[in-house]
């Protein structure tokens, strides 16, 4: 069964050039013009993976609740914002609130599609059993890279694709600095220094909703990050 891949964008014309690009990949494409009709069939059954606009119709942000919405719901669903909004603003706004990816209308659709690729290896991890050697374990730190989870002090931590990928960079090697362009490389995304940092911010504060003195992640100013044992 080909996986299904929503569209919310208001404009039709550029719904459907979305949709027959997705489609000759072999993906199922829904297509919505806005946030309640959206809701409405995500709350009946969700997608594997949501591409959003950020205006829609009479709501301004309405794909930015949207997202709070889904991510609120499926924490784990990949949701991609794909806008004509490039303000750094809004950039920020989309990846604080949960989003996987922030993507400016004239990227190529190449490069779409291999980003959306990205984010669904996730849903073939989770299909596979666990193994012993898919599992890092540092310190209060666990990471099952099969299921794609992060654990801390035995408790799920909550993180999106990116955000996944970017802690499992930086703890493969405890110590050792990662830079932007390495995060960057590691969660197959293209990213500014600002977005990096947001971030990384949003991953700190997910540790400390479960550890309020967790302070592993380091910034090496001017370089980049590190992960510090516990």
Request: proline share 4%; charged share 25%.
């Amino acid at each position: 069964m080909p996986r299904t891949i929503a569209i919310v964008e208001d404009e039709a014309a550029i719904a459907a050039n979305y949709r027959d690009a997705l489609q000759r990949q072999g993906f199922s494409v829904a297509i919505y013009p806005d946030r309640p009709s959206a809701w409405a069939a995500f709350s009946e059954r969700l997608p594997d993976l949501a591409i959003i606009d950020v205006g829609l119709r009479d709501e301004v942000e309405g794909g930015f609740e949207l997202c709070r919405e889904l991510r609120s719901r499926a924490p784990e669903l990949p949701i991609v914002f794909l806008t004509a909004r490039d303000s750094e603003l809004d950039v920020i706004s989309g990846l604080r609130l949960g989003a996987d990816d922030y993507l400016t209308k004239d990227i190529s659709q190449a490069q779409m599609l291999a980003r959306i690729v990205a984010l669904l290896r996730r849903v073939d991890a989770l299909r596979q059993p666990v193994r012993a050697d898919d599992v890092i374990e540092r310190d209060s730190l666990s990471i099952n890279l099969e299921r794609m989870s992060v654990h801390w002090q035995q408790e799920l931590v909550e993180l999106t694709v990116t955000e996944f990928w970017m802690v499992h960079a930086l703890c493969l090697h405890p110590g050792h600095v990662k830079n932007r362009q390495q995060l960057m490389d590691a969660a197959n995304v293209v990213l500014d220094d600002n977005t990096i940092t947001s971030h990384i911010k949003r991953i700190r504060k997910k540790f400390q909703l479960h550890d309020p003195a967790f302070a592993c992640i380091e910034t090496a100013y001017g370089m980049g990050y590190r992960w510090l044992s516990a």
